[in-house]
């Protein structure tokens, strides 16, 4: 063997190592690092977000409102006014059916 053979074999098995830090199995591992630890970061806001919500349900609920009441009125909001009106259409067609 050559020392033009033996430096280019040296230089494959340099590139064959760094890749294979990267790469695993064909994935790379720096990318999923990074996926997995923005996932982590968001799930903790997340569930800070959770904490934040539950707090305001509890300060609602000392103020003397009704909570499921404010679950309904924060669900209604999200909703389309035409999607909402069907709804209590329907409710109050659905109560007078049972005498209500």
Known sequence: MSDTEDDTSKAGASRARQAADSDTGGIAADRLRSIVERIERLE???KALGDDIKDIYAEA???GFEVK???QIIRLRKQEPAEVEEQETLLDLYRRALGM
């Open 44 to 46: 903790e806001e997340r």
């Open 61 to 63: 609920k000392s103020a």
């Open 69 to 71: 009441v404010v679950r």
